[in-house]
Structure formats: structure tokens, C-alpha cells
């Protein structure tokens, strides 16, 4: 449940019915700042799932390079990313409100114009609103490690959604990953590897330095703080046709209530 009422704060986060999430809407409480950047700045920067397939050329104004990030949590390093590469357009995927209202915030006082938002379920972004062939690079930097046996299903990166991902891809695109959780790492490598329209960057066919386009983010340094390592996995999508995996999921419907769960 999200615990701003309806009246009060009308912008919900998207997403369609389905059996296994990547997320939980945490109830985490937005500051003042958050909640009146939405009346400021989404009518700027916001996307909804629900206007289906995207014109970026229109969204942007302008043709660019484009780099879609899912899960940029309280957004200052793709605010960054936007800022030192203003010759490309940015599109942020994040389902925690309050981490879009820090974002849209914090870009919309620097006058930022290369960068749109969706407050909404990736996975179903990617299938209903992103057309294929159109990404340069893709981001996913420390995913939720869901990091019981039993949660791994819950882990965003499975071989469908890799899948998925290099159909969004154009050829020579770049998909980026980063964690660090060992046992995520272990599994994105062995997912990436096993996909057949990826090439691995890394000599060694592992993992690479952190690529000078990524600062740091905020779970990182979480994660250095309780003596995690960090990972980084670089791969280029290579020449051909991406059909889509059998998938164990079902996309069916919009939600009845406006938020799944609250942990
Ligand atoms: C552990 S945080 C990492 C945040 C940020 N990338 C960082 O490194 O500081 C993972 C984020 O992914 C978001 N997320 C998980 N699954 C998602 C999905 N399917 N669509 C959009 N956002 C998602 C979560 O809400 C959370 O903010």
C-alpha cells in the first residue's frame, strides 16, 4: 500500500498484474520536496505506461543516443549520467515514489532535458512502451539481491528478461549490469553468458573495471560500507533476431488496488 491517499497525491506508480514481482512499493514516507516535485516537474519529465508505445524523438524533441536505466532508486547517479553526457537521452524506470520525487526534484532545479521518468514496472514498460532496436545502452546497477533461495525468482535478471532486453537493444548496443552481491554476480554471468546474442567485453569472460560512464551509486556504497565487493559485467549485443523466450509469467491486466505490497 502507498501512503499518500489518492486525493493527496494522485500519481501512482504503473504496473500490470503478475505473479512474480522483482519489487515490493516500500512505504517509505517522501519529504515535502518529493511531493511538490511531482506537481512541478512530472508534467516535465513523466511517462505513463498506459500511452503505450514511445516516440522518443518526440518525447525528447530531439534524435539521440538513447540509455534506458531500470531501478535508479533515489536517482542521483543517473542524474549524473545525465549531466556528463548531455548528448545522449535518458530514460529512468523506478517503482519507489519517493525516489522519483528526489530525482525529478534534484533535475528539474539543474534544467536537465535530456532525461524522461516512468514511476512503473519495468518489465512491463519494456513490453508495452519500448519499441525494438532502439536502445545504445541499457542499465541495471545493484538490482534487488532477493538473496534467499526461495526469493530468487524474484531476481530481475532471469534469461527472459535478457531476452527481452537484447530485443530493445540495437546491434553494438551495450547491456550493463553491476552488483555486489557474489552470488547475483555469479548468476547475471551465467545468464548473460548463456545468451547468444550477447558478446562479453571482459578478456576473461567475466566481469570488467567499473566503465568510466557509471559514478558510483547509493547502493554501492552501501554495499562497501558492510564490506561488499563490487561487480561489473559489460556485453555488446551482437547482429541478429531476438524472439521472444518462454516465459513462466503471465502479464494480464491493470491492478484493481494502486500498489501491490508494502514490506
Ligand atoms: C537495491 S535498489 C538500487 C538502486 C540504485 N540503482 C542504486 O544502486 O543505488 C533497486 C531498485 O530497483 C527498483 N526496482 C526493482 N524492480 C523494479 C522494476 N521491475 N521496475 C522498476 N524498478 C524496479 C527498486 O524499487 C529499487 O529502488
Not at 525529478?104 to 514498460?125: C, E, R
Not at 547468444?196 to 547509493?218: A, G, M
Request: charged residues 30%.
Amino acid at each position: 500500500m502507498q501512503d499518500e491517499s489518492a486525493e493527496e497525491f494522485p500519481y501512482r506508480t504503473e504496473y500490470k498484474k503478475k505473479s512474480i514481482r522483482s519489487y515490493v512499493i516500500r512505504a517509505g514516507r517522501m519529504t515535502e520536496g518529493q511531493r511538490r516535485a511531482f506537481d512541478t516537474y512530472w508534467g516535465k519529465y513523466g511517462l505513463s505506461l498506459f500511452d503505450g508505445p514511445l516516440n522518443p524523438v518526440e518525447a525528447f524533441g530531439r534524435e539521440a543516443p538513447l540509455v534506458l536505466e531500470i531501478g535508479f532508486g533515489m536517482g542521483d547517479s543517473l542524474l549524473a549520467m545525465a549531466q556528463a553526457e548531455p548528448d545522449k537521452n535518458f530514460i529512468g524506470i523506478e517503482v519507489h515514489p519517493p525516489g522519483v520525487g528526489r530525482l525529478i526534484n534534484n533535475a528539474g532545479k539543474a534544467g536537465i532535458d535530456n532525461l524522461k521518468i516512468y514511476m512503473a514496472d519495468a518489465v512491463d514498460v519494456l513490453n508495452d512502451c519500448i519499441g525494438d532496436g532502439i536502445l545504445d545502452r541499457f542499465q541495471l546497477y545493484f538490482p534487488d539481491p532477493w538473496h534467499k533461495k526461495k526469493h530468487h525468482k524474484r531476481r530481475i535478471v532471469q534469461p527472459q528478461f535478457v531476452r527481452l532486453i537484447c530485443s530493445k537493444l540495437k546491434t553494438g548496443g551495450v547491456m550493463h549490469m553491476a552488483t555486489d552481491w557474489q552470488n547475483y554476480a555469479e548468476h547475471m554471468l551465467e545468464v548473460l553468458q548463456a545468451e547468444s546474442l550477447l558478446e562479453n567485453t571482459s578478456s576473461n569472460d567475466d566481469y570488467v573495471e567499473r566503465p568510466e560512464w557509471r559514478p558510483e551509486t547509493k547502493f554501492e556504497r552501501r554495499g562497501q560500507r558492510l564490506g561488499h565487493g563490487v561487480w561489473d559485467l559489460v556485453y555488446r549485443r551482437l547482429p541478429g533476431e531476438a524472439p521472444a523466450l518462454a516465459s513462466s509469467e503471465e502479464t494480464v491486466e491493470k491492478p484493481s488496488k494502486p500498489a501491490p505490497e508494502v514490506e
